[in-house]
């Protein structure tokens, strides 16, 4: 278990927070700060959105949002037992096979 | 940089899809993902949701779906040069502060 | 067109929004919207929710969530010409198609 | 009630799906449908977003996924007993007092 998956844990426990934190109460407190960080973007104009780092508050809100969503995805998986890493690592090798660099350079469509 | 973010970096540049991970585009393929994640979920009831992973089939999928939501989280910290790790922490901290474990023990009130 | 989508057009109108209702925009608008709609729900027990809208407070906050989806959900429909009671009428004819009711009677597999 | 959500009652009705039609899991439903949404469009440049409806297989998915969370959107009113038309209105009235055309015109900045 990495440092921050136990912090997180630490700091659900500390509150006696697990009775709330069940895999569906987790997934929808993800998808609702998801919706947070989607939001600081929403009205940016993809250049504005690119340089959003650039300003101080906004740069903040977004480094807090992407922090939340951080905390809940471990948290999330912390509790269903799954490696965020290890899950992530085998999805990339999955998607690579889909998508095959020669095959796709320079393409977003979908396979 | 971590393994994970050199990993998915690699994996886009390969691929010569810098041009479409950006910001608002990340946050949105992000929010996607995490679309699907909740979709895994919608109809569990919460015992159901928490012995998911027991299921061969349902628990694949979801450790397929956490897996592209933190692909996704990842690129959009590397390209707005956030470390993800850092930020969910220094959220933690400040959260802490805000819920102080011994008045907030048991309560999912929002404060 | 119908009354909404007129009241809605005409308050952005007069704002002098419509250089930010874009689609790529509204669609983000209404996904940072539906997370704060799930964010009243996420610690909420399925009973807990089931009777959400008989605390004063918590179904005044639903309440407006859901205007506030309704709202850019219809704002995107105009931008994109299109009359949200149809698709939505057409999708259901489809998917009564897939979901014959003789055969997923009770159960909520996907197909 | 009109047309929309008597149409989609019965069509929930008639599968015994009431048991899973509870809020929670109809939020959830309606978040997973906008993320779907969302990814027809995340990989999209602002132009190629606004020609969308042009592009006859993009848009018909386009209208498919916008048919599929106005439903969600139509069900979840009707369970939690709410005018989805009287909430949009209320909530408009409510926004423009908080953002009068004068002040506001031109900006997207929060209030």
Redesign the interface.
Known sequence: MN??TA??RA?AE????Q??H????L????????????????????EQ??A??DDAEAGAR???E??????Y??R??DV???D??E??????T???VR?P?EK???S?AKR
Chains 1, 2, 3, 4 share one sequence.
């Open positions: 440092d921050l912090r997180v700091f500390e509150r006696d927070w009775q709330f069940k895999p569906k109460n997934v929808m407190a993800l998808a609702g700060e998801v919706g947070e960080l989607v939001a600081e973007f929403q009205w940016l104009t993809p959105a690119g959003v780092m977004v480094r807090a992407i922090g939340d969503v951080m905390i995805l471990t999330l998986a269903l037992d799954i965020l890493e899950a992530a690592l085998a999805k990339l999955e998607v690579a998508y660099a796709v350079r320079g977003a």
